[in-house]
């Protein structure tokens, strides 16, 4: 299809390295805690589109998972008790479901200032873990994703789960997401890796807004141009927005669905 000259292809994106990570890590972390010191007393009980949690307990499992990089002792403590707990629950869902519960009582503005002092000790830690721990094979514990390096979940997981909880509570809380350099990068690994997945045709992928970039995924011609909002798309790939608002800019209209569908761990 003539006019995808500028795309660029996702599956050749390289894979961000420990050190990146890091400058990301630092980066989500002062981002999302310019939006936490802004959250005001209303804020703290109001709904998120983590439909069971509200806001206080979504920063309380964001406190929590900086305990987690900081400690591989803390992570393996909690991924035991979950499993004894919450047996009816996925891994990953009954490690969330015992970080929250160790912080039911805490306050909000209490937990703000946990995260702020406790966020870069854990890009650090993360950093630092030695190479042959990096390279252990871990269950993220999601249906249908397959076994991963622990690199995997320290260098991309941990910075891309802070940015969508960011999303969240920006909607939550009615304040604006703001968008810096780091914030393309993060976009730009989700569609690598959707890239690395993708099993439908080739398509020209055009995602606007600050945070955008335009990539094309699958091998070949591609068969359509498919625009859509930069981090409304996220939260599609997230799971969060069934109906995402996509645009044919061209081509088959079968290949929409299987945008919308596309789906990627967060």
Known sequence: MTGTGSFVAAARIPEVDRDRAAEVGLAEGAAALALLRRLGTADWARPTDCTEWDVRTLVSHLVAQCEDGISVVTLLRRELAGRRRFPGLSGVDAHMAVQVAEHRDAAGPDLVERFAAEWPRAVRARRRRPAVLRRLPIDLGIPGVPRAPLRYLLDVIYNRDLWMHRVDL????????????????IVAQVVRELAARWTGPPVALELTGPAGGSWTVGSGEP????????????????????????????????????????????
């Open 170 to 185: 920006a909607r939550a809380a009615g304040h604006p997401f703001v968008v810096g350099e780091h914030d393309r990068e």
């Open 223 to 266: 068969a359509a141009v498919v625009s859509a909002d930069a981090v409304g798309y996220m939260r599609a790939v997230a799971g969060r927005d069934d109906g995402v608002a996509l645009t044919l800019e061209r081509g088959s209209e079968a290949v929409l669905p299987l945008i919308r569908a596309a789906r990627t761990p967060f």
